[in-house]
């Protein structure tokens, strides 16, 4: 009977283990992707409907981008997982308490010991040499300092995405606006050149290179159209926002003010205060804190120990009760030259990070003179082309003017026409550029500013 009874339990135990199992490793996939695409269609319009309800300005698209970018939020969590991974070298400084109870009972009487009897005992070590401790404590607070700085180094990079971003639009609004006056503009010149070749005052190629312009600036505005919906949808994603959506700019930002001094000043302040060369730092001094860790396996460690016990087992009477402490010393002497090995490499590893932070030093150089040389070359360019937009604007409108009285041949004006609009649109592509360049090159040297919640204030986190 009892046989019978441990079966059918065994039975419906097993049973039950086997829905659990088979409810946790249920998974449909069609579902899984709907019920996401879903809810986080929903998360994504209340966003859009808080944030875009009116027209947004550089500062917004900015603020909205610090907090909620994907690499944003990627990069806090490395702060987070710094924070874990300071926290568990710390405990390597405190006492480890483990406990342990249990309860016997023999279906027959034992002749040793009771045939049911409780146990129950609690043991607590702590380390008291253990040097490697110390320096996988320090690599773990440089460590945090370094995700801090390095937060900061991607919101800095987020500002100048989202920067050339919004000018993207603002550029592609332009090209619109230009275009479709083109458009209009070159509608009217295919019908005026078309009656004149009706009249015998035009020849047919004539009229047929108007209508070619007409067609192709018809396609420059369909294409800036479809191009708009590309910017538009890079700058929402920038801010962790659905490209659906619909995003109106405010427009017209004040130009930012540019870093003064000297190519070897903005060098200079570049090397003293960027965040990549004190990440560099960093690496080096957990490096160093590595090698010392590895030296570490060749000393002897000590902890000390301390481990009350109570049984009530009625055959050792009385019941025992007891306390066991003392010290432990471990040392290992020869580990097939494992420590050896693991020595070299943590020397090897130092000195690579030592190479890396030298050409992170040569690298900031190069970036900072290219970004000075490029935010030159903004300004400069996009002078050059408002004056050439100038000229081949009062280019045309004489020609026209000329044109109407028969004084000039019409494709002499379609010539001077195009001319002209290609001039427009590098005008308008050139004119947002010596913007960028200026957040370029705050970037170059990493001193782009930032909210003050979000700005690194320096030194070594301690527990």
Partial sequence: MNNRSGILTYGALTAAMGLLMAGCMSFDPVQTRHDHMK???????????????????????????????????????????????????????????????????????????????????????????????????????????????????????????????????????????????????????????????????????????????????????????????????ELLQGMG???????????????????????????????????????????????????????????????????????????MNPPTENISLGFSSAWTIFSGFYNVGVYKQARTEKRRSEYERENAFLSVISCVISAEAALRDAGEISAVYESVYAAARTKYEDYNARGKEGLVPISDVLDAQAEMDAAEVNMVLSRYDERVAVENLKLAMGITELPDEFMYRGGIPEK
């Fill in 241 to 315: 926002l659905s490209p659906l959506s619909a995003v109106e700019l405010r427009g017209e930002e004040e130009m930012p003010e540019a870093p003064e001094g000297s190519i070897e000043e903005l060098v200079l302040r570049a090397l003293e205060t960027h965040p990549r060369l004190s990440m560099a730092d960093r690496a080096v001094v957990s490096a160093e804190a590595d090698v010392r860790r590895a030296i570490c396996s060749f000393i002897p460690t000590v902890s000390i120990f301390v481990s009350p016990s109570f049984s009530n087992n009625k055959v």
């Fill in 39 to 233: 809810t986080y269609s929903g998360v994504l319009d209340r966003m859009a409907e808080n944030l875009l309800a009116r027209p947004v300005s550089l500062a917004d698209c900015v603020a909205v981008a610090l907090t909620n970018n994907f690499e944003v939020k990627c990069a806090d969590l490395d702060k987070n997982l710094g924070r874990v991974a300071m926290d568990m070298s710390y405990s390597m400084f405190l006492p480890k308490v483990a406990a342990d109870a249990g309860y016997v009972k023999y279906e027959k009487n034992p002749l040793t010991v009771s045939q049911s009897y409780g146990h129950g005992g609690i043991s607590a070590s702590m380390d008291v040499f253990q040097p490697a401790s110390w320096f996988m404590y320090d690599a773990a607070r440089h460590g945090v300092a370094s995700s801090e700085m390095a937060a900061a180094y991607v919101r800095q990079g987020i500002v100048l995405e989202t920067t050339r971003n919004y000018f993207s639009v603002l550029v592609q609004e332009d090209l619109i606006r230009a275009y479709e006056s083109q458009l209009a503009a070159a509608d009217e010149m295919a019908s005026r050149v078309s009656g004149l070749a009706e009249e015998g005052l035009a020849r047919g190629w004539e009229a047929e290179q108007a209508r070619s312009i007409a067609m192709s600036k018809r396609a420059d505005l369909e294409r800036a159209r479809r191009e708009m919906a590309v910017v538009k949808a």
